[in-house]
């Protein structure tokens, strides 16, 4: 019995260390990293992000119009009736077309605005029927990334963080581990070393709560970010479009690692997602209830 459990310890731990052991292609291109210096958007990756894109260019026409007319207007005025060229000021205090005009106006604008950015906003909230369904809880400081319907869960921790042996700053053992698991030193602070996978043009619906303090799951490409609140579930919602890797950061300051927890999101074929799963069903789903341990014990 001693030795079965001795084997059982063994067995548990060989399953255990091959952290990095994901049988996805390597050679996935990275599409959603920030940039350095970027002040853009990431590649959209989703319809989502697309009309989230196309909502801020919108708004950002609109807000600089509005910039250049008040900008005119104050500055025609600042010529017109300085003291100098107007030096016996009007009395009047109302002008009754004028404020209603400067009431409708933006009201109109406003609208406007809600009419596109509504229908945005509604695309997201509220929550297709989904292909696959993972609940990501959020801890200090790391994400839990479970797969519902399949059974198995796994912990995503950066690489480089003590968890992969490492203290949050770089090395060249970091360096070494990132290149080991298919990433270039660039994507310190946003690899993982275990990613969350998911087929191309499928709906995914990531359940999203906090087993501690609030964090915030985000994929910025996707056009995604949901708190995580411990006690809540939220739902979002994205259909990947690309194959290729996809990175976000925990979006709510949640701590002193806050940094330090990113998320990784792989898109692949439907062959190869398949192919993971069951990689992953092996590696991580726990045993069925009735040959658990119980049965160890039993065998005394
Ligand atoms: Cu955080």
Not at 18 to 38: K, S, T, W
Not at 119 to 145: C, M, R, S
Not at 232 to 257: H, K, M, T
Request: aromatic content about 10%; glycine content about 8%; overall charge negative.
């Amino acid at each position: 019995m001693k030795l079965k459990t001795m084997l059982t310890g063994a067995l548990a731990a060989v399953a255990a260390a091959p952290a990095f052991a994901q049988e996805v292609a390597q050679d996935l291109p990275v599409i959603g990293a920030p940039e350095n210096g970027g002040i853009g958007f990431q590649p959209a990756a989703t319809e989502l992000a697309r009309d989230i894109h196309w909502l801020d260019g919108m708004i950002t026409v609109i807000i600089t119009a509005i910039v250049i007319l008040v900008t005119a207007l104050l500055a025609f005025c600042i010529v017109r009736y300085n003291r100098k060229t107007n030096p016996n000021p009007g009395t009047f205090t109302h002008n009754s077309p004028l404020e209603i005009a400067w009431t409708v106006g933006p009201i109109l604008v406003l609208v406007f605005i809600g009419a596109f950015s509504l229908p945005v906003l509604f695309k997201q909230q509220e929550i297709p029927e989904g292909d696959i369904y993972i609940k990501a809880t959020g801890y200090q400081w790391y994400w839990n990334h479970e797969y519902i319907d399949e059974g198995f869960a796994f912990d995503s921790y950066m690489i480089g963080s003590p968890a992969t042996g490492g203290d949050n700053s770089y090395s060249e053992e970091v360096e070494q581990q990132l290149l080991d698991a298919g990433y270039e030193p660039e994507h310190f602070r946003l690899a993982t070393d275990t990613a969350v996978v998911v087929p191309v043009n499928k709906t995914v619906v990531i359940q999203v709560t906090g087993g501690d303090v609030i964090h915030s799951w985000t994929i910025p490409a996707f056009g995604v970010k949901q708190d995580a609140v411990p006690g809540r579930l939220a739902e979002l919602w994205f259909q990947p479009e690309q194959e290729g890797v996809y990175f976000g950061q925990c979006s709510e300051l949640c701590g002193i690692a806050h940094a330090y927890m990113p998320i990784t999101v792989k898109v692949v074929s439907e062959e190869e997602y398949e192919a993971w799963k069951a990689n992953m069903v092996e590696e991580y789903a726990s045993a069925p209830a009735a040959d658990a341990p119980i049965q160890v014990a039993s065998a005394e």
